[in-house]
């Protein structure tokens, strides 16, 4: 044994108990934030604040939280998941595959299902590469989960449209391309198009979309609480979260925030607040300054819902936050698929089983390229490193 433990357990026992009262002394604040909020104070220091968090803002008031609408007699889900299959820069056979899961589930009178997954193979040099005459930028990677993400929502939108409504259209992550604001101009314009015509083609058909995020990272709920606790405005100051910041190594200053623990939002509405299976939270309009892209009816928000074994973050366009009807439609269809399935979205789980792309198919597929190109007299040598990978000799 190399490691003396009895040489660092003082100091162990000694930062655990650190911890533990900063642990309580945090959640007492974060619960006396909460019980505190003063609404009014709060959107008077949202108007000024500078901060770089991402700020959640309420459309109807941040303690508004809806029960489960009753679930509709008749309602259709649709659902779509994606899964790639990455260009090999080993071989010289350019291509990747997007394949697409869709699922559509009937309830009521006549309950029906229909499940698909549709593989789709790209080789084209439209389909391997993006120019704007100056740049030559390869659809791999990150660029390729935006047309993935593209390909997702316009099966979806095709598949909804055809059927008779009530119908809701499900889609496993994010609405927002995130990934967009570090990429060029012209790569942005090639993904987020589509994307946002397809949007519009469900708004105009009146189809609700949602994106929904299991076991969500996110915490603009919670910024939006750190500055409710800021003391700047008590000192006839806006909220400036970088002077503050810039003021601990200058002063020794600690920012009055930083007593609130460094928690979710889903934690906020599961330990504190305590949403109740089948609530939801109030809608959220997402401060992403990718979303100054998308068109006012169409910029994403976002609500909190226990699905009945997690909080989960629901993703939807803006002009379904505006119809009551729908918003309640979606929640209860929601609520529904997720006691379907131990927590997440039926329609989605079995998406997700269509689109995955298993290891064994991967390399069924590398072995059938390697073959046809044999056939023509093509021997693909792979790096030495890449061999190591496909066997063990220890």
């Known amino acids: 044994m190399t490691l003396d433990v009895a040489a660092i357990a003082e100091e162990l026992r000694r930062l655990a108990a650190e911890t533990a009262a900063g642990e309580h002394d945090g959640w007492a604040a974060l619960e006396a934030a909460v019980r505190d909020l003063d609404e009014t104070d709060l959107q008077e220091r949202l108007r000024t604040a500078k901060t770089s968090w991402l700020l959640a803002r309420a459309t109807h008031g941040y303690r508004a939280v809806k029960s489960c609408p009753a679930r509709p007699e008749r309602y259709c889900v649709v ?142 709920v919670m910024n939006v609480l750190r500055v409710s606790v800021c003391d700047y405005p008590l000192r006839g100051m806006p909220v400036n979260c970088d002077h503050c910041r810039a003021r601990i190594l200058t002063e020794g200053h600690r920012p009055a925030c930083d007593i609130l623990p460094d928690v979710s939002d889903r934690v906020l509405f599961e330990q504190v607040l305590k949403l109740q299976p089948g609530a939801r939270s109030p809608v959220y309009a997402s401060a992403s300054t990718i979303l100054d892209r998308y068109p006012e009816a169409d910029r994403i928000h976002f609500f909190y819902l226990h699905t009945g074994t997690e909080v989960a973050r629901v993703e939807i366009p803006a002009w379904v936050t505006r119809d009551r009807v729908v918003l309640d439609l979606l929640q209860a269809v929601i609520v529904d698929q997720c006691s379907r399935a131990r927590g997440y979205p039926l329609a989605l789980q079995e998406a997700h089983e269509l689109a995955v792309i298993r290891a064994e198919e991967r390399r069924e597929v590398e072995i059938l390229v390697d073959r046809l190109l044999a056939e023509h007299g093509v021997v693909l040598r792979r790096s030495a490193k890449d061999r190591s990978k496909r066997g063990r000799y220890v």
Request: glycine residues 8%; hydrophobic residues 40%.
């Open 79 to 220: 659902a779509t998941d994606g899964s790639v299959l990455n260009p090999d820069r080993h071989s010289p056979v350019r291509y990747y595959v997007i394949n697409l899961g869709s699922v559509v589930l009937s309830y009521g009178e006549a309950p029906r299902a229909h499940l698909e997954s549709r593989a789709r193979l790209y080789a084209s040099e439209e389909d391997l590469y993006l120019s704007d005459l100056s740049r030559r930028v390869p659809i791999s990677g990150t660029v390729l989960g935006f047309k993935r993400a593209v390909e997702e929502l316009r099966h979806a939108a095709e598949l909804a449209r055809s059927i008779e409504p009530p119908v809701v259209v499900l889609q496993d992550g994010t609405l927002i391309l995130w990934g967009l604001e570090s990429q060029p101009e012209f790569v942005a314009n090639w993904a987020l198009g589509p994307f946002l015509e397809t949007l519009a083609q469900l708004r105009e058909a009146r189809i609700p979309v949602a994106g929904f995020i299991s076991y969500p990272g996110s915490s603009d």
